[in-house]
Structure formats: C-alpha cells, structure tokens
C-alpha cells in the first residue's frame, strides 16, 4: 500500500506497517539492487581473494541543500573518496538514516535519488542499510551514515601509510581549495554576500583511478576534508617524517573563495573541502599524472604545489607570494562548524 | 595578472618589487633602531608574508597595542558575558571576540549555557537582528579604534531614527592618539611608527602631529599589502636617518590629509571620551569612547545592572609588556606550553592578530 | 578588523551600494561615504564603504616603485 504521508512521523520507525512502505518506496525504489531487495538482516557480498578496504562515515551537513550538493550526494562521495585515496576501487556501500519526526517526505526522496545518481555514476551499489525516525528535537533534521567496501591492488597497498614517500617527491592538488566550506557558509546567509560559489562535492574515484594508473609509484593520497589542505600538509609531514615545500603562488585559486576569504579575514588553505585531493608523487611520474588529470573536469586545475624535502621535518613550509616564507601550521580552533 | 586577480590588491603584492625596495633599506639602514606597527592587520600581513625576511638585522618590528581584542580587558568579556546572561538578551559580536577569555569564560565557551551569541560581518546585521526579534534585546559588542567606532555610531543614529528600542551598544571603542603618546613617552625604544592605514582613513593626519613634534618621531601611514609595508618601512628609515620627521602617508590611495569629515562627524555625536584600561598599557586617560549622554537609551552598561566582579589578570600573563613592545613572545613562561592558540590564557594567543598568537604560527 | 579590501561600486541604492569584488557581491551601507557613483572604488571595512580609493594615487604609488627599480639599474 503506497503511505501517502507528506511528513516523517514516529511510526515511520517503529518497524511496522509504515515503517515496510517506507522502505519500499522510498530507498529500495531508489537504490534498487538485488543484494537490497533480498531485503536480509546482511548483504552477503561475493569478493574475490583481494585486499579489501572498509570505511565509514556520518554526516549530519547543515544546510542539507546547498550549491553543487547536498547531505546525500555528500555522503555518497565523501564516503567514496575515503575509498578512493586508500587505493582502493569501491565497491559497495551501506546507508543508514536518522530521521526526525516531521521531515518532508519529498525531500527525504529527493536526497536519497541523489544518494542513488552518485553510486550509480561510481558504479556502486548500496546493498544495505537502516532507518531509524526520533522524536522532534532528537536530531536536527536528518543525519546519514554511510559505510563503504572497496578493493584494493597489492601495489597500491602502502598508499594510505606513505611508506613510499621521499625528498624529491612532488605534491599536486587537483583545484582550488575552499569551495565546499565557502559554498556552506554563503548559503547559510551568514554575512550577507552573493556570489555564484558551489560545493566542490564529488566523486574522486574515476580521477584517482586515471591518476593511479600513470604513476605506478603513487607515494600517498588523501582528499582534503574538514580543515583544508593545510591539515592534509601537516598530515603528511608528520606521518611520513618528511618536510613540504609549498609554493602560494602555484596554488590554483577560486576567484569567489579568495575574495570571500579577503573580506572575512579567512585562509583557504584551511577551508573545508569535499573533492579535493592532494596526492605525492615520484618527481618522474609528476609530468604523467598531471598530464591524465587534466583529461577530466576533477582535474582540470591540477597543479604541481610544492615537493617533498629532507629539510624542516614534520613542518610544511610556505613560500608566500610576497616571496618570503613562513611555516603553514596546523588548524585551531574550527571556522566552519558542521559544514560536512 | 594571473586568473584569480584581484585589482588594487594584485598591484602591492609583486615580489620583485619586494625584493627591490627590502635592497633600498639595506642599502640606506645604518642605525640601530625600533619601529613599532600598532595595527592588527599590520602584524598579520607582515607575518603571513614573512616580511621579517627582507628586514636588515638592525630593523627591530615591534608589535604595538593595535588588535582591538588584545586590548579589550578581561573585564569587558566578563562584562558581557554577565549581561549574555540576562534575559531574552542575544550578543553581536566581530568574530575574533567570540575566543577571548575573560576571567572564567569566553564568548565561545558560554554560547553552550544559554547565553545566545551571534557573529556578524557588520554592525548593521545587529542591527536587523534587533528589528527581527522585537521581544529580544539585541547586544552589540563595540570593540575597535577609529575605524569601527563610527560605524557603531550609525548604527545608534539609525536605531534612533527607526525607533529601534531593542538595540543596544556595550562599547569598548579606543581612539589611538593617547595611547601612541603614552608609548612614545615610555621606556621602549620606538623610533618610528608605522601608522594604521585604516583608522587614518577617518582621522586623517592630525592625530600624529604630536608623535612627530612633540615627541620627534617617525610617522608613515601604510596599506596592508606586503609592497605598501615595506615601502613604509623604507620611508620610516629615512625618515629617522635624516632625523627628519614628519607625518607620511604612502597609503594616499585611501588616506586623505584631512581624513573622513563624516564618519568623524557621527563619531564624535554619538561617543565622547572617558578614561580607559587597556591590556598592557593600563589606564590612558581620555582614550575610549562612551556613549554620549544624547544617545544614553541605546547605552548597554546604563540598561543593563549586572554584576562584573573584579578579577586580577592570569598570573604570569605578560600580554601587557608584549602589547607595548617591551618583551617579545618567547619571554612568557607561559607561551606555547600552558598557554597555547588552543588555551589561550591572554588575548594576545586567541586574537588572529595577536603577537603570540602570529608568533606560534608563523615563526619558523 | 583592520580587514579592509577594494571593490566596485555597480550600483547606489540610497544609502547603500551594490559592490562587487571579482564576482561576489555585498550590499555595502554608505552612511559613512558620500557622493559615491556607480564605477568608484570604494574600500569596504566591516560593512560600510569608508573612503573611495583615488585610482591617480593608486598610480601614483605603483610609479613610485618602479622608480626605485630604475635607480637600482642606474
């Protein structure tokens, strides 16, 4: 029987009657595969011998809507790229829902159609989930967490540690740092600016694919989230016992976001991000993957930043414009809150 | 101009020039000498841009009382926090406040038990607030010197003409004349001052003539590029090396002799000045700025009747003698292990444009 | 604070104008700046358009420095 409910209600939870149309309708409608409509406690997934990477993430973004996204499509990509920066193709992924009492049901649709448009342009099937509604005030909205599988190539294993990584070694990003935290913040009405910014949500996952393949040799990836790209340097500087050297000037830039910064006293380099991914390379691979980034539009502002140095351990040094240097550190304290 | 270009910023930023003009004041610095930059925005630009790097040895910057938040006393937070507090009260702030601590509490920390604080671009958004939320009583907190105190003065004026009555401002405004001279009075070398180009925007001129007559010392007005600092500094030098001084403005793309009539004009109808205690610096006299009594009912210390008790300053906090260039971060005991940009213990680590919190980041 | 950054004037609407800084767009109040005209910079601080910047001095500053350049190569 089709629930002609506009809103959420608690009964939508409690595993009955509605609870089953709910289902129905909406998620396995939407997501449809046959590990979903099996409809068991488990998915059960056929993997063969490989390495298999498994992650999981919550996101509770607020506004749900905003430029170039929403809480869906973010929890889809951003799930899928912690796949993608592990070297891993993903593979499947699990859904689960925390839903208010009163939501929207249309927008609730709306949100998961977009949660199945991204997995099926990653080809990944999302065999699993849960939903659970709670009462008005328990929750601000809707929260999601997804979980993902992926596999992953023995030669790819040691990118998630940047075992591989050395002096010499050139970091590239793929594009201009800030929009998604930007985006966020222009959309709340904060401040009163207009301006044509969106969301740099999206899946890595065919980019990181092309990347891996011309560089056999991949040091290390990571996709730049909450904190910025600095936190990403420092991230590597620290783990890989390393020092960077970052140029400003090669930085691609995003008009909106560095005037928006400019105005409210912020640094993009430490503004959040949802499809951007800083990768090490060997010095003669780094022409190579540039070249195949390029190819794509997750890419087509890629550039080399900076290299890796034996110098200033631990540290990320940026050369500014201005042509002095100063040491790029850590995030404190957080500018943005709930903006993933 | 690379894609991303920005006009009238792009222009002061070009490293060669840098390089160019750091060659002329190493060619022309002989004496050993002081200058003092007692502006935020100036401490920042000059760190974010590793600009220290192209200063010969004999070049001390100094890093003067001109963050706002550094020298808004702890007794000021305490003080908004208390009337945070009251009923149906929500608190505006500039956004650097929300992480100075005052004697318990910061901003930040007390948005989590119940008191309502909201950050704000411009004190025009309190404003609107106060018109959106006529049951509530909208709490502006007016801190700055000469260039956001008469934006906090149109604000009242507006409030008074819209019939705002929900409106109200707890001021910490400064104006800088009394304190640069209590400075240069003092027992700090300053030999020079590069001026701060936005509160000179208002002011014009005339309030270094006694730094320059009085008091002989070097005065430039500066932008806040890297190219406009360090042609400031270059002017400062000579100025000093023909112990010639006078009032120079290098930032004439936006400073007029005679300042901004208007802005002043509100300023002066809507303040009036008091004693006031900075951080570091202590009492300067007639050196804030109150409500005048023509606009009392928009006055949040009048309305609200709160309790702010008196409190001492952290022990061993030395932010007073960083604010006035007498010690440098790395004489406080407490700089970088007790107190860090994660727990700041005095202003000078929460601002962004504080000294230590600057020195932390920046220094290599 | 000190925070303080050129942008174009496209539009005045009474005491405010529409001001643009690459594409972003601010409603900046001009109760502080008067005779502003569509086609001015302004340099906008916390909100309000506090002074217009004089393109001529702007110049006048840029020349400055190359002239130092020329006395460097003399």
Known sequence: ?340 | MKSGGLHFIDEFRDKDVVKKISREIKKISRKRISIMEVCGGHTMAIHKNGLMDFLPDNVTLLSGPGCPVCVSSQRFIDHSIAIGMSQDVILTTYGDLVRVPGSVYSLEKVKGKGVEVRVVYSVLEALETAKKNKKKKIVFLGIGFETTAPASAAAIIQAEKQGIGNFFLLSAHKIMPPALEKLARGETQIDGFIAPGHVSAITGYGIYHKLTGLYSRAVVISGFEPVDILQSILMLVKQIELKRFKVENEYTRVVRPEGNLMARTLMNRVFKTDNAEWRGLGWVPESGLEVSDEFSMFDATLYFNVNVPDNESPKDCICGEILTGKKKPSDCKLFSGVCTPVNPVGACMVSSEGSCAIFYKYKP | MCLGVPALVIRVEGAEAIVRLGNVEYKASLLLLDNVEKGDYILLHAGFAIEKIDHFEAGETIRLFKEISDLENE
């Open chain 1, 1 to 340: 029987m089709k629930d002609t409910a506009r809103h959420i209600s608690i009964h939508h939870g409690n595993g009955g009657v509605r609870m089953k149309a709910l289902i129905d309708d909406i998620f396995l409608h939407a997501f449809d595969n046959d590990f979903l409509n099996n409809q068991s406690d488990s998915a059960i997934l056929p993997v063969t011998g490989k390495n298999i990477a498994f992650t999981t993430d919550s996101f509770v973004v607020d506004p749900l809507f905003f430029p170039g996204g929403n809480i869906g499509k973010l929890a889809v990509c951003g799930t899928l790229n912690d796949l993608a920066v592990s070297g891993a193709r993903p593979i499947y992924l699990s859904a689960g829902f925390i839903i208010e009492e009163g939501f929207n049901i249309r927008t609730l649709e709306r949100i998961v159609h977009s949660m199945a448009k991204e997995a099926a342009v990653s080809g990944v099937k999302i065999v699993t989930g849960d939903t659970k509604v709670v009462n008005s005030g328990k929750c601000d909205k809707i929260f999601i967490n997804t979980s993902g599988i992926g596999l992953i190539d023995d030669m790819h294993l040691s990118i998630g540690s940047g075992i591989r990584v050395k002096s010499g070694d050139k970091i590239l990003l793929n594009g201009p740092p800030g929009e998604h935290g930007m985006a966020i913040m222009q959309t709340r009405g904060i401040f009163n600016f207009k301006s044509n910014l969106k969301s740099d949500c999206v899946s890595l996952s065919p980019l990181i694919k092309r990347m891996l393949k011309a560089s056999g040799r991949m040091g290390f990836l990571r996709d730049a989230t909450r904190g910025g790209i600095a936190t990403v340097l420092n991230e590597i500087a620290g783990k890989c016992n390393v020092g960077l050297e970052v140029d400003e000037t090669c930085i691609p830039v995003n008009t909106d976001v560095r005037v928006m910064c400019e105005l409210l006293g912020f640094d993009p380099l430490y503004i959040a991000n949802e499809g951007k991914v800083i990768a090490v390379v060997d010095d003669s691979d780094a022409d190579d993957v540039l070249k195949v980034m390029h190819k794509m539009k997750t890419g087509k502002n890629a550039a080399i930043i900076g290299e890796v140095t034996s110098d200033h351990k631990g540290k990320t040094v940026l050369k500014t414009s201005a042509g002095g240097k100063r040491i790029l550190d850590e995030l404190v304290g957080d500018q943005l809150p709930r903006i993933c």
